[in-house]
C-alpha cells in the first residue's frame, strides 16, 4: 500500500509538472532553406536543450507562463533568439533561419566552406569588448597558439618566431603601418584598429595568398562596417573611454561610421616597481563614410588621426631578484625626464566599380604621415646590496653592499614619414572559380634622426674605463634620409572541384616586388590545396600551403647597428614556408565544437639579425644569417558552456638562427680555442605558448557572466648589450598571466532607446604575477655583472561600462 500511494503521489507530481510545460518545436534551416544538422537549441539560462536531427527538426520542452529566451547555434552561423512567454501545454513552431558567417568564434574560422579551404583565423572583434585586456584589440590574437606576446602593455605580437615588423595589417585593403621609435609597452598609444567600427577580421599566422603582401609572418585582414541603421556606443572605464556612431542618410546612400578613443594607462604604470609621475595620454579620431554614386559605383573614405603623449618623471625603485643562495636587491634612485610625442595621421579614397554579378574593381589612393619624437635625460643611482636569507633574522635586509654606481640616458631621437599610395585590385568570380589580381606604387619619403648615449659610472670609474678620457658606454649618432618608390603585383587563381568523394580546393599565384633603393626585384610563388572528404560522417577538411615570402626591407632595416649608415645592397629577408593542417568540426555534450590543428616548416635566408629590448627592435643592416622555424598548434572553441564561446589553444615552436663567421675564443686548462657556436636562438624563441577563454554565466541569472583569460609562456632569450647574439645564453621566467571579469546585464524597460548596458568589474593580473620585460646590467665591486630584471605591470581592478544606443 505504501507503494502504491508513493508512485500514485510520483505520478501526480509529473502530470502536474508536464502541465506546467509547453513544447517549442520547429526546423533550423540556412539561408538556402536546407536543414541544419545539430544546431543547438537552448534556453538561455537554465540547462533545457536539444539538438537538431538530419531534417533539422527539434523539439524542446520549455517552462510555461514565464519569460525566457531561446537560442539556436550553429558553428559558422549567427546565433538566432527568440523571446517566449507560453501557456501550459502551449506548442509554440517555429523555422528559424541561420545567416552563414555573420557572427563568428572568438578563434576559429566558422564561416563559409571556402574559407575553411585556406588557412586563416575568423576573429570576433566584438570579443575584445569582453577580455579583460590593458593592450587593446590584439589581445584577442595572443590567445592564439600561434602568436605570442609576453607584454600586456603592448599591442605588438610575435608569430610563429618572427618578431613585430614581420606582420601585416590591412583596414579596408589599406595598409596600416606601426610606430618606429618606440622603444616600451608604456609609450604605446592606441592600435589603430577600433573594435567599435569592424565588422570582419581574418588573420594568418603563415602561408598566405598572394594578394596578402610582402611580409614574412602573418597578415591581419580587417574590414570595417557599413551601416545599415542607427546605431550608437559609449565605453568608460578606468583606462579611457570610446564612443562611436553609425547610420545611414533617409535615401540610405550615404552611410558613416565614426569612432573616438581615449586612453591612459597611468593607472596600471603605478603598479610598477619604480614609482614616479606618469603622465600617458593617446587620442585616436576615425571615420568610414561611404556614398553609392549608382548601384555599381561607390565611392568611399578612410580617415585617422592619432595623437599618443607620453612624459614620465621617474623617482625611485627596488627590486629584488638572484637565487634563493645568493638573493640580492637593488634600490635606485632617479633624476630627470622623458618627453615623447607620436603623432600620424592616414587618409584613403576608395572606388568600387562592379560591371556585373562576376566582377569586382577596387581603386584605392591613400596617404600616411608620422611624426615621432623621443626625448629623455635621466641619471639612476643605484645600491646593489645583498639580502640576509639566515633563518632567525629578518628576511629582506641588507647586510652588505657590494655595488654603488650610476649611469645616465640621453636621448634625441626624431623620425618622419610620409608615403603615398596608389592601388588597384581586381575580382572576378563565376561558379566555383575564382581570379584575384592586384597592382600598386609606394612613394615613400623618411627622414631618421637618432642621438642617444649612455654613461655608466661604478664606483667612482666610467665604464669602459679609460687613463686618459672619459668614455660613454654606448653610442648611437646618425642622421639618415631616403626616398624611393616600391612596385608590386600579383595574381592568383582558386578553384573548387566537388565530387562524390570530395570537395578539392585548388589555388595558386605569384606576388612580384621591385624597390628602387636596393634595385632588387622579387618573386614570390605561393599555392593552397584542400581535400573536405564528403562520404566520411566526420565534418573535416585537411589542408596544405607552401610559398615562398620575400620582406623587403625598411629604413631601420637597412641601418647598420655598427656605424649608423644606410645599407643600399641590404636585400630582402626570403623563407620558405610549408604549412599543413585540419580544420575539424563536431559535437560534444550536444554542443557543437572545432579543433584546428596546424604543423609547419620556416626555412629562412637572407637574414638580418637583430637584438629585442622591450619592444625595440635593431637590426644588424646585413643579410648575415640563415635560420629556420618549426612548431605545431591546436587551438578547440566551442560551447564548454551552453550559449557561451570559450577556446583552449596550445603552440609548441624552435626557431633558430646562424650568423655568419661569428666566433669567441675561450681557454679551459690553458688551451685557447675558437668556438663557432652555429645556430643559435633567435630572440623570439619560445617553446611553450599556451592560452585559455573561459566565459560562463551564473545558473538562472543569465545577465551575470564571467569571463577568464589565462596565457602561460615559456621565457625568451637575453645577453649582455653590446655583446654578440651567441652571448645570449640566459633566458627570462615564464611569462604567466591570468585576467578575469564579471559583468552585468542591466535592463531599461522604460529606456527603449538604450539596446543594452554592461557594467563589469575586470582584474588584471589576478596572481599578481611579476613578469619580466627586459634587463638592466650592473657591475658589483668584484667586477661581477647583474642581469637586473625590469617588471611588467601587477595586479590592478578595473570598472568598465559599457551602452549600447
Partial sequence: MRKFLLALLLLLYAVVAISQNATYFGYVRDADKKPVEFANVIVVGASAGTSTDASGYFELSVPAGKDIEIQISFLGYESFTQKINLKPNERKQVTAILSEGAVMLPTADIGATSERQVSGTRLNPQISM?????????????????????????????????????????????????????????????????????????????????KYGDKMSSVLDIKYKKPTEFGASIMASLLGANAHVEGTSKNHLFRYNVGVRYKTSKYLLTSMDVSGHYDPSYVDVQSYLLYSVTDKLELNFLGNYSSNKYKYIPLDGETSFGTVSDALKIRTYFEGQEVDRFNSGTAALSAVYLPNNNLILKFIASGYYTNEEETYDILAQYYLNEIDQQLGSTIGDSVSNIGVGSFLDHARNYYEGFVVSTKHIG???????????????????????????????????????????????????????????????????????????????????????????????????????????????????????????????????????????????????????????????????????????????????????????????????????????????????????????????????????????????????????????????????????????????????????????????????????????????????????????????????????????????????????????????????????????????????????????
Fill in 427 to 805: 575580382t572576378f568570380a563565376k561558379g566555383e572559380h575564382k581570379l584575384d589580381w592586384g597592382v600598386q606604387t609606394n612613394y615613400e619619403n623618411y627622414s631618421y634622426s637618432v642621438h642617444e648615449w649612455t654613461m655608466n659610472d661604478s664606483a667612482d670609474y666610467s665604464l669602459p674605463y679609460s687613463d686618459n678620457m672619459v668614455l660613454l658606454y654606448q653610442t648611437d649618432i646618425a642622421k639618415l634620409g631616403m626616398q624611393s618608390i616600391r612596385a608590386s603585383a600579383y595574381v592568383q587563381d582558386s578553384y573548387l572541384f566537388k565530387t562524390e568523394a570530395a570537395d578539392v580546393s585548388l589555388g595558386g599565384g605569384v606576388r612580384l616586388n621591385y624597390w628602387t633603393f636596393n634595385k632588387q626585384f622579387l618573386a614570390s610563388p605561393r599555392m593552397n590545396f584542400s581535400v573536405k572528404p564528403n562520404n566520411w560522417k566526420q565534418d573535416i577538411i585537411f589542408r596544405f600551403a607552401t610559398g615562398l615570402y620575400h620582406q623587403p626591407p625598411t629604413i631601420k632595416e637597412a641601418r647598420r647597428i655598427s656605424d649608423g649608415t644606410l645599407n643600399s645592397d641590404i636585400k630582402a629577408q626570403s623563407s620558405v614556408q610549408v604549412v599543413i593542417g585540419s580544420d575539424y568540426n563536431f559535437l560534444a555534450w550536444g554542443r557543437p565544437f572545432k579543433l584546428v590543428a596546424e604543423a609547419y616548416y620556416k626555412y629562412m635566408y637572407n637574414l638580418n639579425p637583430y637584438n629585442v629590448d622591450n619592444v625595440q627592435i635593431k637590426y644588424y643592416g646585413d643579410n648575415i644569417a640563415h635560420g629556420y622555424a618549426y612548431g605545431i598548434e591546436a587551438k578547440v572553441n566551442g560551447e564548454f558552456v551552453p550559449g557561451t564561446e570559450s577556446w583552449i589553444s596550445l603552440g609548441l615552436m624552435r626557431t633558430r638562427e646562424d650568423i655568419e663567421n661569428d666566433f669567441y675564443v675561450q681557454t679551459v686548462d690553458n688551451v685557447t680555442d675558437t668556438v663557432y657556436p652555429g645556430y643559435i636562438p633567435r630572440p623570439t624563441d619560445q617553446l611553450v605558448n599556451f592560452g585559455i577563454f573561459f566565459q560562463d554565466y551564473i545558473p538562472k541569472a543569465p545577465t551575470w557572466k564571467v569571463f577568464l583569460s589565462l596565457h602561460f609562456g615559456t621565457g625568451l632569450p637575453y645577453g649582455p648589450p653590446n655583446s654578440e647574439r651567441y652571448m645570449a645564453t640566459g633566458r627570462m621566467k615564464s611569462y604567466r598571466r591570468v585576467d578575469f571579469g564579471i559583468s552585468k546585464q542591466i535592463n531599461f524597460k522604460k529606456a527603449n532607446w538604450i539596446k543594452d548596458f554592461w557594467i563589469s568589474l575586470e582584474v588584471f593580473n589576478l596572481l599578481n604575477t611579476k613578469n619580466e620585460i627586459s634587463h638592466t646590467w650592473i657591475t658589483d665591486i668584484r667586477g661581477r655583472e647583474y642581469a637586473v630584471p625590469s617588471y611588467l605591470t601587477g595586479i590592478r581592478p578595473n570598472l568598465k561600462i559599457v551602452m549600447k544606443f
Fill in 130 to 210: 569582453k577580455i579583460p585586456t590593458t593592450g587593446g584589440f590584439e589581445d584577442i590574437l595572443k590567445a592564439l597558439p600561434s602568436v605570442s606576446s609576453n607584454n600586456e602593455l603592448s599591442s605588438q605580437y610575435n608569430v610563429r618566431g618572427g618578431n613585430f615588423d614581420e606582420n601585416l595589417v590591412f583596414v579596408n585593403d589599406i595598409e596600416i603601418y606601426r610606430p618606429q621609435l618606440i622603444r616600451s609597452g608604456q609609450q604605446e598609444g592606441l592600435s589603430f584598429i577600433n573594435p567599435d567600427m569592424v565588422s570582419s577580421i581574418l588573420f594568418s599566422a603563415g602561408a598566405f595568398e598572394s
